[in-house]
């Protein structure tokens, strides 16, 4: 069989042509779609879907923050708003990445704003806490959730909706 190209084909030349090139096509589309799940695999953590309510309930602490210094998957958050846990969280907090290297690992950028779902982790006589993996913790303003009736909300607006405003973290010098 013989494949051509150009627009001057007689009907039976075209027609092995067109075969040709959809089958061309095809494998393209196979090997991209390959290269798409295997990159993803390698980088993306595997969860189960959970809706923000349990995600809230997972969490043992719930807050916004802005990345203020960021150095081998630890972080200094400044703490704006907390839903969950504001009795202990103070208004500057480290954040370490437990999964630093592993499919779950976090990427927070210094000067971002995030809302955090996070647990409590102790290292000696420093205080630190955790992101959790397969929960709700991303950058603000960047995902919508369904909320009420066909409405699509910020997922920190949804908070705000279903637990108030938040509260401010408590001073430092407690």
Not at 44 to 55: Q, T, V
Request: glycine share 8%; aromatic share 12%.
């Amino acid at each position: 069989m013989r494949e051509v190209f150009f627009s001057g084909a007689n009907s039976t030349e075209r027609g092995t042509g067109e075969v040709g090139r959809m089958k061309k096509l095809e494998r393209l589309l196979v090997l991209a779609l390959c290269w798409v799940w295997g990159a993803g695999a390698a980088h993306a953590c595997r969860c189960d879907p959970i809706s923000p309510e349990a995600g809230f309930d997972r969490a043992q602490y719930v807050f916004t923050g802005k990345v203020v210094q960021s150095e081998n998957h630890a972080w200094l958050i400044e703490v704006d708003r907390v839903w969950k846990g504001h009795e202990r969280l103070a208004r500057t907090i480290k954040l370490m990445d437990v999964y630093a290297t592993l499919d779950c690992e976090f990427f927070f950028q210094p000067g971002q704003r995030y809302v955090f779902f996070a647990i409590l982790a102790k290292g000696g006589r420093e205080v630190f806490y955790h992101p959790q993996a397969c929960n709700w913790t991303r950058q603000l303003q960047s995902t919508r959730v369904p909320a009420e009736g066909n409405e699509s909300i910020w997922l920190e607006d949804l908070i705000a909706r279903e637990h108030g405003p938040g509260e401010q973290p408590r001073d430092e010098r407690r």
